[in-house]
Every structure is written in structure tokens, then in C-alpha cells.
């Protein structure tokens, strides 16, 4: 079970509420040996178990990140087992499993009398012998051991922490303890209890408990005396949840103050042990946010080598060679532990004005991993700044809605990740920003085409796909308005210029005739979808990528920047729900498509299938993501605002005759998506 606190600095208290269980059935020996003369049957009857176990359960790490590496030099989750008799054991009749249901592949080899045996849980059964086909989790889950069919041990245990063992008192030994992990080292014989370093529970009456640090494995005090209650473990959450900061609020309560020099993610395991000391103690990890206290005059600047998540946001440190502009100037940068280097510049001329500007980075020669937030090992990373979107989501669920759009298409699409993170300017908090892919020859190959095709970006009005500019004039050249990013030669414009010849000088008729081999048509229609709903109105003409793909010559479409959309333009103006563009002043392939009747019935019924129930433009469902980023950046955003209100309001550029905070930007935002369908169905009739 987990639970989140967000504290708000680093010197807020966190109190904790002392938790007691009624004591688990205990595992004794006796019960786990118990015979039987049914023979096994997997559809009638639990299997049998074994009378005389001479093979145990010894060890486990079901969380393993810094400690035992296994033969292929990784952090595998692993399993120590000893061999408790006076003879060797042959392994091929044994088997280990993560479900008391059924066993698993077979053992191999022998196991010399009082030896161990380490196992790596991982999955792996093509590695070898000594790797598992299944993994543990560190959330819990269940060990099983067999012989020959039959189940010898049961070990159900619960959450745990990162490179914690759960080990055997002493080799045998029917108690387990919590503590530092000793893969193949010898507890002891079963008789002694040694002293090795374990995870102290505090005592009490009736069952015991601890809450311990995984940093420095040792337990917090109790104030006061643990409660006699029993109970309490699987209220745990809601007791922890109704706790605030402050003095301890009654006896058995913990009050933990962390310095200015505290912050970080602190994994606390609250342990219980059987009261007959019998048996795996019962657990549940509480994760608690202490954030850098960037107000506090004392404040410590953070680790950039392991200040690595924020309220569960990953953290990326920046820290430029000096000042920061729209041209690109050396940086270092750490992730994750990593320390990159590389170039750093502010995108884009609004954003030159923020005062919490967007970047566009760049990594060489070792390139940011980003495959553990979706967007995998990249060159370059835009983040995007909500210095201009209080209500922090708009970016995501335009993007969202394209991959959800892309989901329906068999072609595969050019779909842009998106990914929130915090960011760090020099040490010092600058806040949450989205991070999406750059789009360039590397984003090409990781969707899966080819990376010599011509990229051209539209940066005005003028990229409208008819003859004339934006003012009505004669356009000239035809790529104006059109910027080139990929493909060789890089002044060659041709491509684009041809689209433009074809686009505006077509009747609806040779359109609809020879637009399949100019571009994808179902892209070209759900980007009119795309804008139309979201209200995207800087969106329906530039701000777009179009890609020519060298193995058929068809445009394919890319969305970007959408700082106008979903109820706020681009300098912050509110507009309700009921707007309507058909952007067909500046979308040519738009004005096409819905002037031309045939056409016009495909695009509507291509727009109805999107706002369908579970579609892409489903009210419901994008609520639904909204909803889900909220829980996952609420505190950041918190924090950001905090960080940001006065420069917001002070900043010249924004129309905001109404100073609302952010929480009433989200609203204003969830109640736009609900309202949006209702003038969709009016403009367009129901789904």
C-alpha cells in the first residue's frame, strides 16, 4: 500500500500515526509440514505438502537497485536458498514460483549439505540456470517452493523498500527479520540467533512496529507508547492521510523534522512483527516529499546526483555557462544520477519574453535517457514552460488526443511524447515544465520512418496551402511561411512549394482525385478534427510539421504548440466553449475538405467517430486524462504557482482582467472539456 505526503518545504514536520495489527495466523513449522495422502490435483485440491523439507526459503531481495549483480552485471531482484539437511540435495525435484498455486520450472544441479544457493529473479530463463521465469515485486506478492509437485513453503509478504533483505534469523530459523541484505553468506545454525544488522522494531505490548529510513536503515523513536489496539495496518493510509504537519497529535505518534538539507523521497517501511515471532513481519511503505525549500534564507542547495524526484516528478538540473538566450550556449545537466553535457537555449520569441521561459536542449555526446518517462535516450528535449498555462495540462491533452487519434490508424503516425518533469536553473527550483520530443531526423527514427525525408515546419500564417500569402497578396515564393529542419538540400523548398501549386490551384474535384498521393488524407482530416475541437486556433495552419516520406512522396502531419487551445489564446485571453473555426482562411486542404460536399460528409463523419464514447475527442475521456495528470502534478503544480503568481501578474504581455489562481485556471479548464461536446453536438449533432 502506498501513500503520498506532500510537504510544502523542507522544514514542515511529518507526523506519522503508530499502527498495530492483530498479529497474522504465524507460520509455524508444523503447519507448513502437514501431510496428506491425497495426491496432488490442480483442479480439485490444494496440493500436498512436504513432510521433511531439507530445501528453504533463506533470503530474498525483492527490490534490489545498488547491491548484488548478477552473471550479466544487473541489479537483479534475487533468492537464497540453503539446503537444511545432512546429505545433498539433487534439484531437479525442486521448483520456486511466485504463485502457492503452482510451481515453476525445475532446479538444476546439487546442493551440498548446509550450502546456498542464490537465484536471480528476474525473468530470464535464457540467461541460465541460475535465473527464475518470473520477478519479484517490490509491491509484494508471493514465494512458493516445491518438491517434486508437492508445496514445501508459502511466503506471502507485503510492500517493501529498495535493497532490503528479508532473511531467516539464522539458517532454518522459522523467524524472518528485515535488514541488510547477505546474499550466500551463512546466517548461522538454526539454533543461534546472530547479530547481524536488521531493521529494529520498537517495542510494545501485543504486536510490535517500526518505521525506518532506507537511507540510513535506522528507525525513527516512538513518542510516547505504541497503542495496544489491534486492527490497524489495513487502515493504515487513512490514518496516515488524517494526520497533518505539526506536534505529535497522541501517544505512539512519530514526528519527523527534516533540515533545509533534507529534501528528497523517503520510502519509510512501517514493519510489524507476529507477536509469536513466527513468520515474515507485516508491512506497508509510506512515501514521503520533503521539497527544496527555496524560500527559507537558510536553504541548502539540492544534490543534483541524487536529488532525483520531486512530489514523483522526475527532476532534470540545468546548470548553463552563463546567461541564456534564443541562441544555444554550452550546459551541464544531471538526470537520474547521470551527468550530461551539452547546449542550452530559450525557445521561441513569446517565450524569450517569460520569466520562466521554455528551453530547447541539446546533449552531446552522451544523450539524455529518457525511457523511464516514455520518451527513450534523445539528442534533444524541448520542455516546455507553463509560464503562459496556469492550468498546466493544455500542451499534454492536445498531444494526448493526437496519439489516441493515431491509436485508429493502421499507417502508424508521427506522434509527439509528452512528459511532465521539474527543473532545476542553477540549483535553484525553476519548476514544472513538459517535456516533449524535438522534432528532427532522431524523432523520424524512433517512429520507426525514414530520417532522410524533408522536414519542413510552418512558422506563420503564410504556410496556408493556397497561392496567396496570409494579406491576400500574390504569394512568392510558395514555401513562404514554411521553415526547412531535415533533409538535404537544405535550401531545396520544392517539395513544399509543389504541395502549395497543388493545394491552391486545385478545384475540390482534382483534390479529391489526386490528394492520396500528395498526403496522408486521414491525418490531414483528423488534424482539422484535432484543432476543431480543441478550439487550437494557431494551430490550423502553422505551428504544424509536415514530413515528406521518401518511400511513397505523401506530406505527413505532426502537431505542435498549443498554448492556444481548450478556453486560453496564446497571451492568456479566456474564451468559452462555443467558439467555431473552420480555419478554412488559413487551411486550404480545410477549405477542400468542407467545401466540397462528398468530402465535407467524410470529414463530419471522421469528427463523429473521434467524439464517439472512448474516442479520441470523447468529453468523458479526456476528462479522464485530465483528471489522471492532476493526480500525478497536483502538488507541483502547487508549488510552481507559488513559485510564480507575482511574475505571472506582473508580466505586461497578459490579459487577465480576473487575477484567478491556478486551481480556478483547472476548473475553468475540466468545465471547458465538459461544456465543449455539448456545442459540438449543436454545431455537428450527437456522436
Not at 506532500?6 to 514542515?12: G, R, V
Not at 548446509?114 to 536471480?120: D, F, H, I, K, N
Not at 513466527?278 to 516529499?289: D, H, L, N, R, Y
Not at 513562404?480 to 531545396?492: A, F, M, R
Amino acid at each position: 500500500m502506498m501513500f503520498v505526503w506532500w510537504a510544502c518545504t523542507a522544514t514542515d514536520a511529518i507526523v506519522v500515526t503508530s499502527a498495530t495489527i492483530d498479529p497474522p495466523a504465524p507460520l509455524t513449522t508444523d503447519d507448513s509440514l502437514t501431510t496428506t495422502d491425497v495426491p496432488p490435483n490442480p483442479t480439485d485440491v490444494p496440493p500436498p505438502v512436504v513432510a521433511e523439507p531439507s530445501l528453504l526459503i533463506n533470503e530474498f531481495v525483492a527490490s534490489n537497485v545498488s547491491g548484488l549483480l548478477d552473471d550479466e552485471g544487473e541489479a537483479a531482484d534475487w533468492i537464497e536458498l540453503v539446503n537444511v539437511s545432512d546429505s545433498p540435495i539433487t534439484l531437479s525435484d525442486w521448483s520456486l514460483s511466485d504463485d502457492e498455486e503452482k510451481d515453476g520450472d525445475a532446479l538444476s544441479g546439487t546442493l551440498e549439505a548446509g550450502a546456498l544457493l542464490v537465484l536471480y529473479a528476474d525473468g530470464e530463463t535464457a540467461l541460465g540456470s541460475m535465473h527464475l521465469g518470473f520477478e519479484l515485486g517490490k509491491d509484494g506478492g508471493d514465494l512458493a517452493l516445491w518438491h517434486n509437485g508437492a508445496l514445501v513453503q508459502h511466503l506471502p509478504y507485503g510492500p517493501l523498500i529498495a535493497d532490503l533483505a528479508v532473511a531467516r534469523q539464522a539458517d532454518g530459523h522459522p523467524d524472518f527479520v528485515l535488514g541488510v541484505p547477505s546474499p550466500g553468506v551463512s546466517q548461522g545454525p538454526a539454533d543461534l540467533v546472530d547479530d547481524r544488522p536488521t531493521v529494529p522494531m520498537a517495542s510494545g505490548c501485543g504486536p510490535t512496529w517500526g518505521l525506518t529510513d532506507p537511507y540510513t536503515m535506522e528507525t525513527e523513536p516512538v513518542v510516547g507508547s505504541v497503542a495496544c489496539t489491534s486492527g490497524l495496518l489495513a487502515d493504515f493510509e487513512a490514518r496516515l492521510a488524517s494526520t497533518l504537519p505539526g506536534p505529535a497529535l497522541a501517544d505512539g505518534a512519530l514526528s519527523w523534522t527534516p533540515g533545509t538539507d533534507g529534501a528528497g523521497r523517503y520510502d519509510l517501511l512501517v514493519a510489524v512483527e507476529p507477536s509469536d515471532h513466527v513468520g515474515i513481519p507485516e508491512t506497508a511503505v509510506t512515501t514521503q516529499w520533503v521539497a527544496d525549500a527555496w524560500r527559507d534564507p537558510g536553504n541548502v542547495l539540492v544534490d543534483p546526483l541524487s536529488y532525483h524526484e520531486e512530489y514523483g516528478l522526475p527532476v532534470l538540473h540545468l546548470d548553463p555557462d552563463g546567461p541564456v538566450d534564443q541562441y544555444y550556449s554550452p550546459m551541464r545537466a544531471w538526470y537520474k544520477g547521470t551527468e550530461l553535457a551539452g547546449q542550452i537555449k530559450i525557445r521561441g520569441a513569446a517565450s524569450a519574453g517569460y520569466t520562466k521561459p521554455s528551453y530547447t536542449l541539446e546533449f552531446d555526446p552522451i544523450q539524455i535517457d529518457l525511457g523511464d518517462i516514455g520518451l527513450q535516450n534523445k539528442d534533444h528535449l524541448v520542455v516546455i514552460s507553463n509560464f503562459d498555462d496556469v492550468s498546466y495540462v493544455r500542451q499534454m491533452l492536445v498531444y494526448e488526443a493526437w496519439a489516441a487519434m493515431a491509436l485508429t490508424d493502421p499507417e502508424g503516425r508521427l506522434v509527439p511524447r509528452t512528459a511532465f518533469m521539474v527543473i532545476y536553473l542553477n540549483g535553484v527550483y525553476q519548476g514544472l515544465f513538459t517535456a516533449v520530443d524535438h522534432v528532427d531526423d532522431e524523432f523520424l527514427r524512433e517512429m520507426g520512418f525514414d530520417d532522410s525525408g524533408d522536414l519542413f515546419k510552418s512558422v506563420s500564417h503564410d504556410a496556408n496551402f493556397y497561392l496567396t500569402n496570409a494579406a491576400g497578396g500574390a504569394k512568392a515564393p510558395l514555401s513562404l511561411g514554411w521553415e526547412k529542419k531535415e533533409g538535404e538540400p537544405i535550401d531545396d523548398f520544392a517539395p513544399i512549394e509543389a504541395l502549395t501549386d497543388f493545394t491552391g490551384s486545385a478545384t475540390h474535384a482534382e483534390f479529391d482525385a489526386e490528394a492520396d498521393i500528395w498526403l496522408s488524407r486521414l491525418e490531414f482530416m483528423d488534424w482539422f478534427a484535432l484543432v476543431h475541437w480543441m478550439a487550437a486556433d494557431d494551430s490550423g495552419g502553422k505551428n504544424a510539421y509536415l514530413y515528406e516520406d521518401p518511400l511513397d512522396g505523401r506530406f505527413r502531419y505532426t502537431p505542435w504548440d498549443f498554448n492556444h487551445a481548450l478556453g486560453q489564446n496564446w497571451y492568456t485571453a479566456r474564451f468559452g466553449p462555443e467558439v467555431y473555426n473552420d480555419f478554412i482562411w488559413t487551411n486550404a486542404v480545410f477549405w477542400h475538405m468542407q467545401d466540397d460536399p462528398p468530402q465535407a460528409d467524410a470529414l463530419w463523419a471522421r469528427l463523429k467517430e473521434h467524439r464517439g464514447e472512448g474516442g479520441a475527442l470523447d468529453d468523458a475521456r479526456i476528462l479522464e486524462v485530465t483528471a489522471a495528470a492532476y493526480a500525478e502534478i497536483e502538488p507541483s503544480c502547487a508549488r510552481d504557482w507559488q513559485k510564480w503568481e507575482s511574475a505571472y501578474w506582473d508580466y505586461f504581455g497578459w490579459a487577465h482582467p480576473d487575477e484567478y489562481e491556478w486551481e480556478e485556471e483547472r476548473a475553468w479548464t475540466e468545465d471547458w472539456i465538459a461544456d465543449r461536446d455539448l456545442w459540438m453536438t449543436y454545431y455537428h449533432g450527437a456522436p
